[in-house]
């Protein structure tokens, strides 16, 4: 039986075949663990198992979820890019793959198709997870982690508490407040009916799925728990399917870093009103990035600069307080370490700094955007409060002040017209922007 393509790829049969192979392998490939809903499972034939094994489907449910699955199965999630040339294969090292996404065949918009961790990283981990247990290289991951101790008080749990997530590596887990975990819970966008504090709604499938992806990288909680649409700078979460994730598309920071002088002082302004808005804010959360990159902010088509990777962004609740685990060797399992460079000793709560992501920024971001970029004395005023901002030894207060100069120094720097266009024409009639 002839895989069903939609009106566009029957069009492009003539001078496609390589895309024709795609839609061929991604439309044959994929068979859902029979734990997942029926409606999940397409009605073709599954001789292909490329498509299925790539997406990490064969090993859910130790993955991210499956709620965006459906949109592959149906071809609204389509991307060119995948393709090497010789072979028409996905390649498996990337980490970011660009595609379309569209809900009616007819709008298309960009998103990001995101492998949590590399492929080489998983094998290692699915072969740590088999050893833990003694068993062998191709053991069933699901069947041991089921069967550890953190999973089966998870099991008995009605509710996320701090002990459930003691010994994880992930940053947002180093100091977790009740209040946090509840978000989590209730906003747990793989669940079919989220919204409430306790865990009564969850499948055994879906505690194991949330528990991974907290120990493997946080960055789909991040964007599940504090939606941009909320106004918080992440974007947005559209599903995942096996062990990748779906969000909008952002274009990385390093892209600009050649931009025109108004670009790159407007973007600098903004990443500065992201950390503020991070330190401070109304629900009193106070975030901050355990190392930065330029790869970790992204920009979208609008001009409107966001944050791109969360995987390393902490939380701390100003309003709550946080409980931190005591003792290095406690809560410590299989779950503890499923990526490499798990064992890298994140602060103490009590130790992060107000200042933390701002001095890293100052140091390794700003500089490429703005140093001699711009005529003197202006050139000299950003240097000078870039190496104060920058300076880890000054304390707090003094290197937030010299970031406010720097913003008050970037406003009058960044034009208003059309290429910007998150602010345009709002800012010629509002100072703010």
Known sequence: MEPHLGPEAAALRHDWPALLLWVSVLS????LPASSPPSLVPQVRTSYNFGRTFLGLDKCNACIGTSICKKFFKEEIRSDNWLASHLGLRPDFLLSYPANYSDDSKIWRP?????????????????????SASAPKTCSIERVLRKTERFQKWLQAKRLTPDLVQGLASPLLRCPSQRLLDRVVRRYAEVA?????????????????LLYTLAVNSHPILLQIFPGAEGWPLPKYLGSCGRFVVSTSTRPLQEFYDAPP????????????????????????FFYFTHIDAGMFGVFNNGHLFIRDASAVGVIDKQEGSQEATGAGENKDIFSCLVSG??????????????????????KLLPRLLQGRFPSP????????????????????????????????????????????????????????
């Open 28 to 31: 044959c490939s994929f068979s």
């Open 193 to 209: 009916d989220a919204g409430s504090i306790f865990m009564d709604h969850f499948t055994d499938r879906d505690k194991l799925r």
């Open 378 to 433: 202006v050139q000299d005023d950003i240097d000078s409060a870039l190496a104060q901002c920058g300076d880890a030894t000054r304390p707090d207060p003094e290197a937030l002040g010299a970031a406010s100069q720097l913003k008050d120094i970037l406003r009058p720097l960044r034009t208003c017209d059309s290429r910007f266009a998150y602010r345009y024409p709002d800012c010629k009639y509002n100072d703010k922007f």
């Open 342 to 363: 798990c064992q890298a000793q994140l602060p103490s709560c009590d130790s992060v700094s107000e200042k933390q992501s701002l001095v890293l920024v100052c140091q």
């Open 111 to 131: 998103v990001e198709i995101l492998r949590l961790v590399s492929k080489y990283q998983n094998e290692v981990s699915d072969r740590r997870i088999c050893a």
């Open 262 to 285: 108004d670009q790159a002082a407007d973007l600098a302004y903004q990443l500065l009103g992201v950390l503020e808005s991070l330190r401070s804010n109304d629900l009193n959360y």
